[in-house]
């Protein structure tokens, strides 16, 4: 497991331990858990490497030899400042590993894509998929998911012995990631504390803000399944129901304000630019324009359906912001105490300005 650290590969890890299918699992990340992690790393071979090093694509071949199947997860969202790092990261990163399992003759590839390598579509239909992974334009995340499916169907063509599983996930939550994906993607200003009494009391609404969403044990679930089904291709992964304003509202006692997509773009912008917040403009552009999935292709390939719906989901992961949720990983550390967070922030580390695996 490459990327083995993070918000799905905790996940993919605890999956692989429990079921007992395989003799050995070796994870990769750029950062290793602790000796003291504990359970599911303890259960685990790892190897420190960073995807995007110039040696990488060698030392990954040989880590790589004798290997039943590779799952690529790592991936980079922020310093999102930092273009070039993220690329690096990303696309040069997924290359690397992409020529290590083709030199390694491994059998099988499974590779983390999302929603989010789709064309836009209109949020009345559900998409399956054969919909063109070409990205959204004007987000960066998007861009480079694309890119990473360009190259997959290059190495289909050319590596037809070798099977290709893409997990084309929604948004993928779970409570042990809430202070992951609060520095990624709120930062440290926010008063998350508030979110203990159970309410998001104003909601941005608009026919083009649904989206998709998922427990990141159900995403781990769908990939043991394609390893052990056999099966190749694109598959997409979400719960129901689709979440937008009335939705979420009506869980959580908030209202829903139509705002204007735009609207809610040049405010991320002014705040991205001031870095008063990590998460670039890209990311309402993204959300407004990305389809909705249809997941009937694993619900018959893999028998995969969600076991947790996405209001769950999200309302886990709610709550574990509250608390500052994290786990053994580097990457889903605990959240810091206000005094730690402003200090950091005195220091000069700003939001958008720390890596994650």
């Known amino acids: 497991m490459v990327g083995a650290t993070g918000n799905i590969g905790t996940a993919v890890l605890r999956r692989l331990v429990d079921g007992h299918e395989f003799d050995e699992i070796t994870g990769v990340a750029r950062r290793r858990p602790s000796t003291s992690a504990g359970w599911p790393y303890d259960q685990v071979r790892w190897h420190k490497l960073d995807v995007g090093s110039p040696d990488a694509a060698a030392s990954l071949t040989n880590l790589f030899a004798g290997a039943a199947a590779v799952i690529h997860l790592a991936w980079q969202i922020q310093p999102s400042h930092d273009r070039a790092q993220i690329r690096q990261t990303n696309v040069t990163g997924t290359a690397n590993v992409i020529a290590a399992a083709v030199a390694a003759s491994v059998p099988t590839l499974l590779v983390a894509s999302s929603v989010g390598a789709y064309a836009p579509a209109p949020k009345e239909k559900r998409v399956d998929e054969v919909w063109p992974a070409t990205g959204v334009p004007g987000s960066t995340y998007s861009r480079d998911k694309a890119d990473v499916e360009a190259m997959l169907d290059v190495v289909e063509a050319e590596q037809p012995q070798m099977r290709i599983v893409r997990i084309r ?73 689709v979440l937008d ?76 912001m509250a608390d500052g949720a994290g786990d053994g990983s580097p990457p889903l550390r605990e959240r810091p105490g206000a005094a730690a967070r402003l200090m950091a922030v005195a220091r000069g580390r700003l939001p958008g300005h720390s890596a994650a695996d």
Do not use: K
């Open 245 to 320: 304003a009335e939705s979420v509202g009506a869980r959580f006692h908030g209202w829903a304000v139509p705002i204007p997509p735009l609207l809610l773009q040049g405010a991320a912008a002014l705040t991205w630019t001031a870095r008063l917040q990590p998460t670039e403009p890209g990311w309402v552009r993204l959300a407004a324009r990305s389809p909705l999935m249809s997941c009937r292709r694993a619900e018959a390939d893999l028998g995969w359906r969600a076991r947790t719906d996405a209001l769950d989901a999200l309302a886990e992961l709610l709550d574990g």
């Open 169 to 241: 996930n929604a948004l993928a939550f779970q409570r042990v990631a809430a202070a992951e994906i609060a520095r990624l993607f709120i930062g440290p200003f926010a008063p998350l504390g508030l979110l203990r009494l159970g309410r998001l009391p104003l909601l941005p609404s608009s026919p083009s803000l649904r989206i998709q969403a998922v427990h990141a044990d159900d995403v781990a679930e769908a990939y043991a399944r394609a390893i052990l089904a056999q099966a190749r291709g694109p598959y997409n992964i979400a719960a129901e129901p």
